[in-house]
């Protein structure tokens, strides 16, 4: 199952995504989480893509496109994945195409002013990366590994209404992904396991195709 999820920053892709990976046992490929990797090792790659991170503004495509192209071609994305932050823009769900051929794009939506309420509060666990929230901590700790948890630099609320403004996913890409026919979108406005259950709907379809 070769899955994409779109959706603004904040929508709960991240959490969908782990949940689907779980479920499902595939791997969850997040561009952010890929950066943010490397950004906090200092590598070459982190280097060269903290500016645009930082200043909410998206990584040129030359660079990641090349990110997603290495990481699917690794042996654990031969029977699927979930790509979670890729394609933002109609060049890269093009070049996703010439690598891999994918069975569903589904959109997490939510509103800009849900969206903001839900990222102030957004917590990363140190530990497992799992992506949580201030009202689902344990004694302060990531619910599901007991990890300490941080708050994401760009989750401050200036970078995210920039990233909000300046990563608007475009018309053209949910354009280009309902006219292959494996387009759909699920409203984000319930609890992370209502909403899976609606994601849950749409893969099940995918998997009995
Ligand atoms: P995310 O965790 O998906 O919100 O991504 C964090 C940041 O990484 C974004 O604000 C962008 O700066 C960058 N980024 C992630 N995915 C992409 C992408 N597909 N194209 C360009 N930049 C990206």
Redesign the pocket.
């Known amino acids: 199952m070769k899955i994409v999820l779109l959706g603004p920053?904040g929508s709960g892709k991240?959490t969908q995504a782990n949940i689907i990976c779980e479920k499902y046992n595939l791997p969850h490929v997040?561009?952010?989480?890929i950066?943010r990797y490397n950004i906090s090792n200092n590598t070459t790659l982190g280097k060269k893509v903290k500016s645009?991170?930082d200043a909410?503004?998206?990584?040129p495509d030359e660079v990641?496109i090349e990110i997603v192209k290495d990481r699917l071609n690794n042996a654990d994305c031969k029977k699927g994945f979930v790509l979670?932050?890729?394609?933002?823009n109609l060049p890269?769900a093009k070049a996703l195409d010439e690598f891999a051929s994918i069975d569903k794009a589904i959109m997490i939506d939510l509103a800009d002013d849900e969206i903001i309420r839900r990222l102030s509060g957004r917590r990363m666990c140190k530990k497992c990366g799992n992506p949580t929230h201030i009202d689902w901590l344990v004694d302060g700790k990531c619910e599901k590994c007991g990890g300490e948890v941080t708050t994401r630099e760009?989750d401050r609320e200036e970078v995210v209404r920039a990233?909000l403004e300046k990563?608007k996913l475009p018309q053209d890409v949910i354009d280009y992904y309902v006219k292959k026919g494996i387009f759909a979108k699920v409203k984000a406005t319930d609890t992370k396991e209502k909403t899976f259950e609606k994601v849950n709907e749409i893969l099940k379809k995918i998997k009995s195709n």
Not at 30 to 33: H, P, R, V
Not at 56 to 59: E, K
Not at 84 to 88: A, L, M, Q, S, V
Request: net charge negative.
């Open positions: 920053p991240g997040s561009t952010g989480d950066f645009y991170i909410g503004s998206l990584v990641t979670d932050g890729f394609p933002r890269q760009d990233r990563q």
